[in-house]
C-alpha cells in the first residue's frame, strides 16, 4: 500500500490505532473527488467519462500520471478555486 515516506508514516499511525487503509477510489470517485476539491464543482458527465475511460485502460504507472495530469488541467483551469 504505501509507496513513499508519508504513507509509510500514515500506515504505521493507521497500525498503532488498529485501522487498515480502505481500498484505493474507483476511477470515478477519484474523479469526482479531484473536480469537487479543486474547483468546488463535479465533473460534467462527458469529463467524467473521458477521464474514467482513461484511467481504467492506464497501467500503475500510467494511472499515476494520468491523475497527475488531471490534476494539473484543474489547477490550470478557469474553474479552481471557482466555488471559493
Known amino acids: 500500500w504505501s509507496t513513499t515516506s508519508i504513507d509509510r508514516f500514515v500506515e504505521a499511525k493507521l497500525r498503532e490505532q488498529g485501522l487498515t487503509p480502505v481500498d484505493d477510489a474507483s476511477p470515478e470517485v477519484l474523479v469526482r473527488r ?8 463535479p465533473p460534467s458527465p462527458e469529463d ?4 474514467t475511460s482513461g484511467l481504467r485502460l492506464a497501467s500503475d504507472t500510467n494511472r ?15 474553474r479552481y478555486g471557482e466555488r471559493w
Request: hydrophobic content about 55%; aromatic content about 12%; charged content about 15%.
Open 34 to 41: 479531484l473536480y469537487f476539491v479543486l474547483t468546488g464543482l
Open 48 to 51: 467524467l467519462q473521458e477521464w
Open 64 to 78: 499515476q500520471t494520468a491523475v497527475a495530469q488531471l490534476v494539473d488541467e484543474l489547477l490550470a483551469s478557469d
